[in-house]
Protein backbone atom coordinates (compact mmCIF):
# COMPACT_ATOMS: atom_id res chain seq x y z
CA UNK A 1 0.00 0.00 0.00
CA UNK A 2 1.44 3.20 -1.02
CA UNK A 3 1.66 5.68 1.97
CA UNK A 4 -0.60 8.88 1.82
CA UNK A 5 0.25 12.24 1.33
CA UNK A 6 0.72 13.15 5.16
CA UNK A 7 2.90 10.07 6.02
CA UNK A 8 5.45 10.71 3.35
CA UNK A 9 6.97 13.51 5.35
CA UNK A 10 6.74 11.90 8.82
CA UNK A 11 8.33 8.77 6.81
CA UNK A 12 11.11 10.12 5.61
CA UNK A 13 11.95 11.91 8.78
CA UNK A 14 11.99 8.87 10.71
CA UNK A 15 13.98 7.10 7.52
CA UNK A 16 16.54 9.68 8.11
CA UNK A 17 16.48 8.63 12.01
CA UNK A 18 17.39 5.14 11.16
CA UNK A 19 19.98 6.26 8.15
CA UNK A 20 22.03 8.69 10.48
CA UNK A 21 22.45 5.65 13.01
CA UNK A 22 24.77 4.25 10.89
CA UNK A 23 28.41 4.26 11.43
CA UNK A 24 29.82 3.24 8.44
CA UNK A 25 29.52 4.07 4.59
CA UNK A 26 28.69 0.54 4.09
CA UNK A 27 25.76 1.22 7.14
CA UNK A 28 24.40 3.73 5.55
CA UNK A 29 24.20 2.13 2.17
CA UNK A 30 22.37 -1.08 3.53
CA UNK A 31 19.71 1.34 5.69
CA UNK A 32 19.14 3.99 2.82
CA UNK A 33 18.36 0.67 0.39
CA UNK A 34 15.97 0.07 3.03
CA UNK A 35 14.42 3.48 3.29
CA UNK A 36 13.85 3.54 -0.54
CA UNK A 37 11.85 0.42 -0.67
CA UNK A 38 9.24 1.56 0.53
CA UNK A 39 8.76 4.08 -2.24
CA UNK A 40 9.19 1.49 -4.64
CA UNK A 41 12.82 1.36 -4.92
CA UNK A 42 15.05 -1.87 -5.23
CA UNK A 43 18.09 -0.27 -6.35
CA UNK A 44 20.65 2.91 -5.91
CA UNK A 45 23.82 4.25 -6.81
CA UNK A 46 25.54 7.49 -5.26
CA UNK A 47 28.00 8.40 -7.24
CA UNK A 48 30.48 11.26 -9.15
CA UNK A 49 29.28 11.59 -12.91
CA UNK A 50 32.85 12.08 -14.48
CA UNK A 51 32.80 13.86 -18.10
CA UNK A 52 33.34 10.22 -20.36
CA UNK A 53 35.80 9.28 -21.74
CA UNK A 54 36.92 8.97 -18.04
CA UNK A 55 35.33 5.70 -16.28
CA UNK A 56 32.42 6.06 -13.37
CA UNK A 57 33.62 3.01 -11.50
CA UNK A 58 36.52 4.74 -9.23
CA UNK A 59 33.77 7.37 -8.27
CA UNK A 60 30.94 5.31 -6.43
CA UNK A 61 30.35 5.93 -3.40
CA UNK A 62 27.45 3.86 -2.62
CA UNK A 63 26.94 0.90 -4.99
CA UNK A 64 23.51 -0.50 -4.47
CA UNK A 65 22.89 -1.83 -7.99
CA UNK A 66 21.58 -5.35 -8.62
CA UNK A 67 24.13 -7.90 -8.51
CA UNK A 68 25.26 -8.54 -11.37
CA UNK A 69 24.53 -5.31 -13.00
CA UNK A 70 28.30 -3.54 -12.60
CA UNK A 71 29.75 -5.72 -13.61
CA UNK A 72 27.95 -6.41 -16.93
CA UNK A 73 27.68 -2.19 -17.06
CA UNK A 74 31.66 -1.85 -16.68
CA UNK A 75 32.50 -4.90 -19.13
CA UNK A 76 30.31 -2.86 -21.87
CA UNK A 77 31.49 0.45 -20.98
CA UNK A 78 27.85 1.64 -20.71
CA UNK A 79 28.90 4.80 -18.99
CA UNK A 80 30.03 6.85 -22.26
CA UNK A 81 26.25 5.75 -23.71
CA UNK A 82 24.42 5.73 -20.36
CA UNK A 83 21.76 8.17 -21.23
CA UNK A 84 20.53 8.99 -17.45
CA UNK A 85 24.40 9.87 -16.50
CA UNK A 86 24.28 11.80 -19.56
CA UNK A 87 22.08 14.52 -18.68
CA UNK A 88 22.99 14.03 -15.00
CA UNK A 89 25.95 15.98 -16.13
CA UNK A 90 24.08 18.70 -17.71
CA UNK A 91 20.49 18.99 -15.51
CA UNK A 92 20.77 20.67 -11.96
CA UNK A 93 17.09 19.53 -10.98
CA UNK A 94 16.08 15.82 -10.23
CA UNK A 95 14.11 14.16 -13.05
CA UNK A 96 12.96 10.92 -13.64
CA UNK A 97 14.70 8.38 -16.27
CA UNK A 98 12.32 8.88 -18.53
CA UNK A 99 12.94 12.44 -18.57
CA UNK A 100 16.32 11.98 -19.91
CA UNK A 101 16.50 13.45 -23.77
CA UNK A 102 17.86 10.26 -26.34
CA UNK A 103 16.86 9.47 -29.49
CA UNK A 104 16.76 5.36 -29.83
CA UNK A 105 17.42 6.05 -34.24
CA UNK A 106 20.39 7.74 -33.33
CA UNK A 107 21.86 6.55 -30.25
CA UNK A 108 21.14 2.71 -30.18
CA UNK A 109 23.34 2.23 -27.39
CA UNK A 110 21.52 4.81 -25.20
CA UNK A 111 18.32 2.22 -25.77
CA UNK A 112 20.44 -1.01 -24.90
CA UNK A 113 21.97 0.81 -21.99
CA UNK A 114 17.97 1.27 -20.60
CA UNK A 115 17.06 -2.34 -21.82
CA UNK A 116 19.58 -3.85 -20.05
CA UNK A 117 18.56 -1.77 -16.80
CA UNK A 118 15.29 -2.87 -16.91
CA UNK A 119 16.24 -6.61 -17.16
CA UNK A 120 17.77 -6.04 -14.02
CA UNK A 121 14.39 -4.81 -12.54
CA UNK A 122 15.67 -1.40 -12.86
CA UNK A 123 12.47 -0.06 -15.37
CA UNK A 124 12.36 2.96 -13.85
CA UNK A 125 14.26 5.60 -11.79
CA UNK A 126 14.86 8.88 -10.79
CA UNK A 127 17.92 10.78 -10.15
CA UNK A 128 18.97 13.68 -8.17
CA UNK A 129 22.02 15.50 -9.36
CA UNK A 130 24.39 17.36 -6.73
CA UNK A 131 26.60 19.92 -7.75
CA UNK A 132 30.26 19.90 -6.03
CA UNK A 133 32.86 22.47 -5.48
CA UNK A 134 35.28 19.82 -7.26
CA UNK A 135 34.28 20.46 -10.90
CA UNK A 136 32.31 17.28 -11.11
CA UNK A 137 28.87 16.85 -10.78
CA UNK A 138 27.55 14.27 -8.49
CA UNK A 139 24.13 12.50 -8.19
CA UNK A 140 21.87 10.04 -6.21
CA UNK A 141 20.02 7.33 -8.91
CA UNK A 142 17.64 4.74 -7.41
CA UNK A 143 15.50 2.48 -9.42
CA UNK A 144 13.00 -0.08 -9.62
CA UNK A 145 10.07 -1.45 -11.23
CA UNK A 146 7.54 0.73 -10.67
CA UNK A 147 8.66 3.19 -8.04
CA UNK A 148 6.41 6.17 -6.64
CA UNK A 149 6.44 8.78 -9.06
CA UNK A 150 3.61 10.72 -6.77
CA UNK A 151 5.19 14.24 -6.18
CA UNK A 152 5.73 13.67 -2.74
CA UNK A 153 6.99 10.46 -3.27
CA UNK A 154 10.06 12.19 -4.89
CA UNK A 155 10.13 14.93 -2.67
CA UNK A 156 10.58 12.14 0.51
CA UNK A 157 12.86 10.45 -2.05
CA UNK A 158 14.68 13.82 -3.00
CA UNK A 159 15.57 14.71 0.52
CA UNK A 160 16.45 10.80 1.98
CA UNK A 161 18.98 10.38 -1.09
CA UNK A 162 20.83 14.41 -0.29
CA UNK A 163 21.03 13.06 3.27
CA UNK A 164 22.28 9.98 2.65
CA UNK A 165 24.96 11.62 -0.17
CA UNK A 166 26.00 13.86 2.77
CA UNK A 167 26.29 11.09 5.33
CA UNK A 168 28.16 8.58 3.36
CA UNK A 169 30.63 10.69 1.53
CA UNK A 170 31.69 12.39 5.09
CA UNK A 171 31.91 8.51 6.32
CA UNK A 172 33.56 7.82 3.38
CA UNK A 173 36.17 10.14 4.12
CA UNK A 174 36.83 9.05 7.75
CA UNK A 175 37.57 5.86 6.80
CA UNK A 176 39.98 7.21 4.26
CA UNK A 177 41.39 8.93 6.92
CA UNK A 178 41.38 6.42 9.25
CA UNK A 179 43.07 3.58 6.75
CA UNK A 180 45.78 6.55 6.02
CA UNK A 181 46.66 7.26 9.79
CA UNK A 182 46.06 3.25 10.36
CA UNK A 183 48.60 2.52 7.37
CA UNK A 184 51.27 5.17 8.43
CA UNK A 185 51.98 4.22 12.24
CA UNK A 186 54.34 1.21 12.71
CA UNK A 187 53.48 -1.90 14.40
CA UNK A 188 55.67 -0.45 17.32
CA UNK A 189 54.03 2.98 17.74
CA UNK A 190 50.79 0.97 17.79
CA UNK A 191 52.12 -0.89 20.59
CA UNK A 192 53.16 1.53 22.64
CA UNK A 193 49.94 3.52 22.46
CA UNK A 194 48.23 0.45 22.85
CA UNK A 195 50.17 -0.14 26.10
CA UNK A 196 49.81 3.79 27.08
CA UNK A 197 46.52 3.00 26.54
CA UNK A 198 46.37 0.29 29.14
CA UNK A 199 47.68 2.57 31.43
CA UNK A 200 51.42 1.47 31.26
CA UNK A 201 54.45 3.47 32.03
CA UNK A 202 57.26 4.29 29.55
CA UNK A 203 59.53 2.70 31.48
CA UNK A 204 56.80 -0.55 32.15
CA UNK A 205 56.39 -0.45 28.16
CA UNK A 206 60.17 -0.52 27.58
CA UNK A 207 60.38 -3.91 29.69
CA UNK A 208 56.78 -5.05 27.62
CA UNK A 209 59.01 -4.52 24.09
CA UNK A 210 62.44 -5.10 25.17
CA UNK A 211 63.63 -1.31 23.96
CA UNK A 212 65.08 1.70 26.17
CA UNK A 213 62.26 4.05 27.94
CA UNK A 214 64.04 6.58 25.57
CA UNK A 215 62.73 4.30 22.31
CA UNK A 216 58.81 4.19 23.81
CA UNK A 217 58.78 7.57 23.98
CA UNK A 218 60.36 8.52 20.92
CA UNK A 219 57.73 5.71 19.47
CA UNK A 220 55.00 7.85 21.07
CA UNK A 221 55.98 10.96 20.15
CA UNK A 222 56.50 9.85 16.90
CA UNK A 223 53.04 8.66 16.62
CA UNK A 224 51.61 11.43 17.93
CA UNK A 225 53.29 14.19 15.33
CA UNK A 226 51.44 11.61 13.18
CA UNK A 227 48.11 12.06 15.14
CA UNK A 228 48.34 15.71 15.10
CA UNK A 229 48.04 15.00 19.12
CA UNK A 230 50.03 17.92 21.33
CA UNK A 231 50.54 14.81 24.17
CA UNK A 232 50.37 11.55 24.72
CA UNK A 233 46.71 11.83 25.94
CA UNK A 234 45.64 13.17 22.63
CA UNK A 235 47.40 10.77 20.80
CA UNK A 236 45.61 7.88 22.22
CA UNK A 237 42.04 9.23 21.64
CA UNK A 238 42.80 10.26 18.25
CA UNK A 239 44.63 6.21 17.75
CA UNK A 240 41.23 5.06 19.04
CA UNK A 241 39.44 7.48 17.26
CA UNK A 242 41.00 6.66 14.08
CA UNK A 243 40.39 3.20 14.65
CA UNK A 244 44.75 2.43 15.00
CA UNK A 245 44.19 0.90 18.12
CA UNK A 246 41.77 -0.73 20.67
CA UNK A 247 41.01 -0.85 24.29
Not at 172 to 191: F, G, M, P, V, W
Not at 224 to 236: E, Y
Request: charged residues 20%; neutral net charge.
Amino acid sequence: MRATTVDYARSAFDLIDDIDRGTTAEQVGERFGSALSSLGYSAFLITGVPEPPARIEPYFVLNGWPQGFTEHYARKNYYVDDPVAAWCRRSKEPFEWSQAPFDPATWPRAAEVMNVAAEFGMRQGFCVPIATGHGIQSCVNMAGELPDFDPQAKRAALFLGLYAHAKSLALSEIEKARRHLDSNLTDREREALSWTAAGKSSWEISVILGVSERTVNWFIANAGRKLGAVNRTQAVVNAIRAGAIAI
